[in-house]
């Protein structure tokens, strides 16, 4: 064999203690290996598995201890030339790729039996071995990998690398259970746009149909056919298409004969996007941006993090922080219109937490639909520059509840009392007002939000806000300089033309919470089916590691933890309502709150804490953009 790295010498033979031999390979593996080129030592260890030509042994440098994937191949095995490519390919794409949900490559280096392959160790072995314990996982678990499988993909195409192997026993899981892509054995680059590929390659079960046909050739798209396959597997614990032999498969390939099974309890989101991605026409599969904007995906709960006890049995996601979807689709410059309003990718409602929604009726995607006019935003994300700057009103009231919550926090810290406080009279009706619901649709249009007066709104990625009052009826429009507090009152059957597709944006918003989402135990406190101007609306929303907060335009903050407590301070009252883990629900005011230091307190006086660190956040920023604006004008 011509040697892979020319200054290795082939003749090159490591000194052994001992050496593995395997009857059906002419292959020798010394237990000590050596790496002429960088004077490196590894150890032998546990063997991890076989495939096609090559075995795998964990390897331990001597000198650094630092413990990898040995992917060892036989040069008996690499006698013809076709072999040889197929290795040299595969060892130059992988090597050029680094990313996160890519199994690292470490080096390569050879000796007089064997070439030796060392890549990062993935110590929760691979999805197949998750899928022969688990077999079909939940919803939510599927989406937690699609994700990474999608972002994985997305690298490799944009360096014109197609996978054509993606399937689960060539996705490995990390120490935390992170995806990462390996096996680049039948890989390949696309060397110019247009560029089809005629070679049969891949896996039964996951092989695309147009590879099967292979007179038009393939390209890309069969990684999106994959992961097709991929999905359904998690979701229905077996192939779409797998039978007992590999001619039967490719007919009900080549004929997209397959069927979700009602027992599997799919929900409509998810079979929406498997057929999409399983469709025979390759060019009518979603683009990898497509999946992460389906509705499988931002509709519902995606955790940030699984635990490793998922590889054997359900997982619970109490206290699981979901994962922030919207940031990972890349373009458009709507993505960075709102810095801070980067929210989870998951439909809540305050009784059901991180949990998600229910199964979609119909889904937001079928918004684009029915909107007037071509356009599928809101307003030119394009043209938005910077957020508006906040009126002297709103900004009086934050930095007032910003002082209030410093004082408390800085008090209840010298507390030296252990009485529990009172609730504070009418603890109810003293909580004002609420998020109830929220679905996060920012990638394209906003965050809708239903409050606990039955207020419903929507407040658009151009900062423009627009409410629908309890009555059903009266509608209130906030243009974008809200400097001078300018309200726009309409009725949702009288309204400007301009504000058309806003209107029918806010009816779907309003028509989704209905029908997907649970009314939580603050809606309607008050009955406010009397119109009066003046509508409470969502200022001001971000997103944080830990959580979601709105800032409404009456003085109150709330903050949806992810572990599913909440906090609300209500700043006119003077009043701070915690909702914690269990559901159970306390008002206080923020004065008996700072005298005390007792236990059960705990869980609020930290969360408090972080709101007033949060809170601080949002004074600094509207005084920096009130300094930009001024300076500006001057």
């Not at 009706?429 to 409050?451: E, N």
């Not at 933890?561 to 306390?586: A, C």
Request: positive net charge.
């Amino acid at each position: 064999m011509t040697s892979l790295r020319p200054h290795v010498p082939k003749t090159y033979a490591a000194p052994t203690s001992g050496v593995t031999k395997h009857s059906s390979r002419s292959s020798t593996i010394p237990d000590t290996i050596y790496d002429k080129h960088t004077g490196s030592k590894y150890v032998r260890g546990s063997f991890l598995g076989k495939g096609g030509f090559a075995y795998c042994y964990k390897l331990t440098d001597v000198k650094t201890k630092k413990v990898y994937a040995g992917k060892i191949v036989s040069k008996a095995t690499l006698t013809k030339h076709r072999a040889k490519e197929k290795l040299r390919s595969e060892i130059q794409i992988h090597k050029s790729l680094r990313h996160k949900h890519v199994v690292d490559f470490h080096s390569f280096f050879e000796d007089e039996n064997n070439v030796y392959i060392l890549l990062e160790l993935c110590p929760n072995q691979s999805m197949m071995e998750l899928h022969k314990r688990r077999r079909a996982l939940t919803e939510a678990e599927a989406r937690y990998y699609l994700v990474q499988i999608v972002l994985a993909t997305k690298y490799m195409h944009k360096r014109k690398v197609i996978h054509r192997d993606l399937k689960l026993g060539n996705l490995f899981l990390g120490s935390r259970m992170d995806v990462k892509v390996g096996d680049f054995g039948l890989a390949t680059t696309v060397t110019y746009d247009g560029e089809r590929k005629k070679t049969l390659c891949g896996t039964p079960n996951y092989i695309a149909p147009e590879i099967l046909e292979g007179r038009q050739g393939h390209s890309f798209e069969v990684d999106v056919w994959s992961i097709g396959c991929i999905l359904y597997t998690l979701l229905v614990g077996k192939p779409p298409f797998e039978t007992r032999d590999i001619k039967t498969t490719y007919r009900k390939i080549r004929h997209n004969d397959y069927n979700i099974p009602a027992a599997a309890k799919v929900t409509s989101d998810a079979e929406n996007l498997i057929r999409n991605l399983l469709h025979p026409e390759p060019t009518k599969r979603p683009s990898l941006d497509a999946i992460l904007e389906h509705p499988f995906v931002t509709a519902h709960f995606v955790p940030a993090t699984l635990p490793v006890s998922a590889l054997t049995v359900r997982p619970t996601f109490s206290g699981t922080p979901a994962m922030a979807v919207h940031d990972l689709v890349d373009g458009d410059s709507h993505h960075h219109a709102h810095p801070r309003a980067q929210a989870p990718a998951a439909v809540h409602d305050t009784r059901r937490g991180a949990s998600g929604a229910k199964a979609t009726r119909q889904p937001l995607s079928s918004i684009n639909n029915q909107l007037p006019g071509t356009t599928t935003t809101s307003a030119p994300m394009k043209k938005v520059a910077a957020a508006p700057v906040p009126s002297s009103s709103s900004r009086s009231k934050l930095e007032k509840l910003h002082k209030r919550l410093f004082n408390v926090t800085a008090e209840q810290a010298k507390a030296s009392t252990s009485f529990l406080p009172a609730p504070a009279p009418s603890a109810e009706t003293r909580r004002g007002v609420a998020v109830t619901k929220w679905v996060d649709y920012s990638f394209k249009y906003g965050l809708g939000y239903q409050l606990s007066d039955g207020t419903v709104g929507v407040f658009f990625n151009d900062h423009t806000k627009i409410a629908l009052a309890a009555d059903l009826k009266h509608v209130e429009f906030t243009d974008r300089d809200c400097r001078g507090g300018k309200v726009t009152c309409m009725t949702l059957d009288a309204y400007p033309d301009e504000l058309n597709k806003k209107i029918t944006l806010l009816k779907y918003f309003r028509d989704y919470m209905r029908e997907n989402l649970q009314d939580g135990p603050d809606a309607m406190l008050a009955d406010k089916r009397v119109y009066e101007p003046g509508l409470a609306v969502v200022n001001k929303w971000l997103r944080t590691k830990h959580a979601i907060v709105f800032r409404m335009n009456v003085g109150v903050v709330q903050v949806n933890f992810f572990d599913h407590s909440k906090l609300v301070v209500n700043g006119p009252r003077d009043t701070v309502t915690f909702i914690n883990t269990e559901g159970e629900t306390n008002t206080y005011f923020l004065d008996d709150v700072a005298k005390s230091n007792h236990p059960s307190l705990e869980n609020l006086s930290s969360r408090l804490t972080y709101v007033s660190d949060i809170v601080d956040h949002m004074v600094s920023k509207q005084r920096s953009t009130a300094t930009t604006s001024s300076e500006a004008t001057a």
